[in-house]
């Protein structure tokens, strides 16, 4: 019993450890992606892109999109911490379904 009482007291500072590296993560890919391809924008224009030098199309689109998918993976990485750490919030309620 002991051990367990132990164990259960470690759970939320694992999941607060691991919030916190997803979130350390997270930022360091958003930082690269700001920071450092900018900076190879030169280099990165020999590169053509639905017509468009490859530098030009991250500043344009590029940077936005990839900024949109690293967002979303945050989240569904986020909630599936939170999900086995028994924090998550309920689904919502099914409009289908009869209320009880």
Known sequence: ???Y???A???PA???RRTVGLA???IVLLAVLVLVV???ADRLNAVIVAGFPLGYFMA???SLLLALLLTVWFIFRQ???DHEGGVAEPEPFDAGEEFR
Request: net charge positive.
């Open 1 to 3: 019993m002991i051990g």
């Open 5 to 7: 009482g132990k164990q």
């Open 9 to 11: 007291r470690d759970l």
């Open 14 to 16: 694992r999941r607060w």
């Open 24 to 26: 350390a993560v997270t």
């Open 38 to 40: 900018p900076a190879f």
């Open 60 to 62: 344009a689109q590029g």
């Open 79 to 81: 909630e599936r911490l």
